[in-house]
């Protein structure tokens, strides 16, 4: 079965130091996002992607964060000064074809530790 | 056993009874859910959804029930086994593609 991958799956990082992290989402997906999960919290939305636009991002997502889709198969997120308060697990997620409310595909996450 | 997700984050069985894990879910216009599992050290896990023409589909010894007056949605597991234990989610999605969680219930099953 076609899998979301992640890579890597530990990064550790300065505090105002820039990161990317980077995501293969399922080949036929169309459909893209990068959710994040603090320590034994809920896992939370940041930002979906389509058509090579961000379509919905949350209030998270603020001028830090970008994503970008450089190829036809990667998919990154980068922050550009990260936060001690950024240090969480990363997940990836894509769907599709045809429609974004179908089942979300998630990665086993990278997780940032910010020092 | 039974759990209200919200309020009650933990919830701990005997194996083989049922489980049933629920959801409150914040916005009205959401027509689409799922319930995902989350083992530790990995991605959430697909285990059913349901659309909001439905009001309950079943899969393999899970059974989901949606209860769109009250905003409640539920996961119920038949015959609940030690590798059920995990983080449960559930997830809404609407006209907007920003999929949103639930806080999530932690299932223990006890053999």
């Known amino acids: 079965e076609p899998e979301v991958t992640q890579t890597p799956s530990h990064q550790v990082t300065q505090m105002g130091q820039e990161v990317i992290l980077r995501c293969v989402p399922i080949?036929?997906?169309?459909?893209f996002y990068w959710y994040r999960q603090i320590l034994g919290q809920k896992v939370e939305f940041l930002v979906s992607?389509?058509?090579?636009?961000?379509?919905?991002k949350s209030e998270i997502f603020d001028d830090q964060f970008s994503v970008e889709r450089p190829d036809g198969s990667n998919f990154t997120l980068k922050i550009r000064s990260t936060k001690l308060e950024d240090s969480a697990m990363y997940f990836c997620?894509?769907?599709?074809?045809?429609?974004?409310?179908?089942?979300?595909?998630f990665g086993n996450g990278t997780r940032l530790t910010v020092t | 056993g039974e759990s209200v997700g919200l309020h009650l984050p933990t919830l701990s069985v005997q194996e083989g009874d049922n489980s049933i894990i629920n959801c409150a879910y914040s916005?009205?216009?959401?027509?689409?859910f799922i319930w995902y599992k989350q083992e530790s050290g990995k991605g959430p896990q697909f285990i059913i959804d349901?659309?909001?023409?439905?009001d309950k589909r079943q899969g393999q010894r899970v059974t989901v029930l949606l209860n769109k007056t009250v905003k409640h949605l539920s996961l119920q597991i038949a015959a609940t086994q030690p590798g059920d234990s995990a983080v449960y989610f559930c997830?809404?999605?609407?006209?907007?593609?920003?999929?949103?969680f639930g806080a999530g219930t932690r299932l223990t099953v006890k053999p």
């Open positions: 916005n009205s216009a959401s027509d689409y």
């Open positions: 080949s036929n997906h169309l459909y």
């Open positions: 997830a809404e999605g609407g006209n907007n593609n920003d999929m949103r």
């Open positions: 997620a894509s769907n599709g074809p045809i429609s974004y409310n179908s089942p979300l595909h």
């Open positions: 349901i659309r909001s023409n439905m």
């Open positions: 992607f389509y058509n090579n636009e961000i379509s919905e």
